[in-house]
Every structure is written in C-alpha cells, then in structure tokens.
C-alpha cells in the first residue's frame, strides 16, 4: 500500500493518506464506492472532517486564448470526528453519488478525452490539507450510449471531446462545465458542415441533447453556426429508432429549420438555444460507437492524469491558500 504524505499544511510527520476507489467505470448519477485508508503520523491528531472533490480539467477562455483550469464539480464528506493516532491505520468506507452531469470519460472501454479526478481532502485542527488524486472513469448513460451508437452508425466520424467552462443558455445545467463531443459528418453532408458538436445534460428523468452544427462559409455567404436542443427519457431507449431518431435531429439542425415534428414517446423537441461558454479548445481524441480516430500521443486516461496531476495540485494548492486566507479574515 503506497501513502502519499501530506506535506502542506499539516507538517512533515504528520498523516497519510491513501483513497482506493472500486474498480470499473461509474455512471452518471450513479455511485462511487471505496475507502479512504489512513496512517497517523509522529503524533495524536484529530482528523476534523474527511471530504472527497469531484475534480475535473476544463477549457477556459482568456483574454488572449483558451487554456486549461481545474474545476470542482462536486464537494463530499465522506468521515471525520475521529481520534487518529499515533502511525495507527485507520479506513473509513465511502459511498457517493455522482451528479447527473457528470461528463463522460469513456466508451465501451475507449478513452474520450475528459480528465477527471477525486481528491481527497483532510482537516486536521483548523487545517486543509490534499491527498490522493484518483482518477475517475464514467460511462455513458444507456440513453447517452443509444445515441452515440446512432450517430457512428449514420457514418459520423466521432473526433474529441472536452469540457468547456461556461453554461449553456436555455438548459437546466447545473455544473459550472458542459462537455462537447465533437464528430465529422459523413460524405453526404461534408460539403455543408464542418462538424458536428453533441451535449449531454443529464437529469434523472432524461437528456437534454444539444446539437450544434458548423457551417462551411459559402461564396456568397459567411459560415455560421446553429444550434438545436432536443430531449429524450431515460424509459424511451429500448422503444426508439435511435439511427432514424438522430438522422432526423441532424437533418434539422443542419437545414436550420426550426420543423416541430412529432417524435417517438418520450423524446420531444424544444426549439433553438445557443451556447454562453467558450468555443471548442483543444482536445484527446479517443474511439467512440466503434469508430477509431486515434489518440493524441498514445496518452490514455492513466497516463494523462499522471501528466496533468501536478497542475491539479498546483491550482488547488493556491485555492487552498487563497481559503486559509479567508478563514482568517473571518
């Protein structure tokens, strides 16, 4: 068993800690299961409270260019209140549940893109201190995966996928990030779009799906996007036609018409929205609904958050700072 020590503001010799997770990818809305193992220090100490914090890598948009930030999608408290004492071990077992929200990572097995974590945070005597960071694989809703599968099936090509800081107007997201799957569209519709961009705002009665389309510019006329939200219940998958479902999105959000055709049950159409966060940044590729597009320096999500572990320490140390200060003024 390795434990990383927490060297910040707990002090050299203070306590240790390791976060195991249970093996396989979670779901959105679904459960995370594991256990914080502990290991006292050179000393007797109060652990105060044990929280766990849904970590994500985000793009964000700056003055200049996008670059990439740490966002924490959810907060938990997983234990606390205990004595831990001195090089004693001590494990406190964990149950919590993702928001509906929660991004994908992957697709029958295949990475996407998205970086997410679990960090773990102790407070001992007034201090906050970072431990493990854990990454978090999450799976496709079946609504979300019915979907995907369509659209690999029509012959779209599927590209990246990312999360971009900011909301989208007209929907009910609640997390500060929505991710964007971009895919290429097949032949028959290259001459009138560049890609296609797909969101997933999970609730647990169904989806919001908004569908986006990049135009090509014209001779005559410049390119333009346009933007389409569609829904479907959760209890409608095994009773849809997805491939004539998404075939006949597409075709709409590509016409740019705003057509209210009658759906299958549980799936409607609400009308025309348009996104309020950045553009679409630079993203991993990954393999989606059986369509290989390769991934970006044969990084898969172990090695990426090897990769991007020190940046995830880095910002939240100096939000960790920044709350110590405001502790203080208080």
């Known amino acids: 068993m390795v434990f990383k020590k927490l060297l910040g503001a707990l002090g050299v010799g203070g306590p240790s800690v390791d976060t195991v997770l249970e093996p396989g990818p979670a779901l959105p809305g679904g459960l995370v299961t594991g256990e914080v193992r502990l290991r006292g220090g050179g000393s007797d100490v109060t652990v105060d409270r044990i929280s766990l914090l849904l970590v994500a890598r985000v793009e964000m948009e700056g003055q200049d260019e996008e670059h990439e930030g740490t966002v924490v999608l959810e907060r938990f408290t997983v234990g606390g209140g205990f004595r831990l004492a001195e090089e004693a071990e001590h494990t406190v077992p964990f149950t919590v549940t993702l928001p509906w929200e929660t991004p994908i990572t992957e697709l029958h097995g295949q990475h996407l893109g998205p970086v997410l974590g679990i960090r773990t945070e102790l407070e001992v005597a007034g201090a906050r201190d970072k431990g493990d960071l854990d990454a978090l694989a999450v799976g496709p809703l079946p609504a979300q995966e019915a979907i995907l599968e369509a659209f690999g099936q029509l012959g779209y090509a599927f590209r990246s996928a990312d999360l971009e800081l900011g909301h989208i107007r007209g929907t009910g997201q609640q997390l500060p990030c929505y991710q964007e799957i971009e895919i290429l569209p097949p032949a028959g519709h290259a001459h009138a779009v560049n890609e296609i961009e797909v969101t997933f705002i999970a609730t647990p009665g169904g989806l919001e799906i908004v569908i986006e389309a990049d135009k090509r510019a014209g001779l005559f006329s410049d390119g333009h996007d346009t933007v389409h939200r569609f829904t479907a219940s959760h209890h409608a998958v095994p009773h849809t036609d997805w491939n004539a479902q998404v075939d006949a999105w597409l075709k709409e959000v590509i016409a740019g018409h705003e057509a209210r055709a009658t759906p299958p049950s549980g799936v409607e159409h ?24 390769g991934v970006v320096g044969g990084m898969v999500a172990a090695e990426v958050v090897d990769e991007i572990g020190d940046a995830f320490e880095d910002e939240e140390d100096e939000e960790g700072d920044e709350d110590a200060g405001g502790d203080d003024e208080g």
Do not use: C, L, N
């Not at 950045?278 to 597009?293: D, E, H, I």
């Open 270 to 293: 609400h009308g025309d929205q348009h996104r309020s966060g950045p553009g679409t940044g630079a993203v991993v590729a990954g393999v989606a609904a059986g369509v290989a597009v």
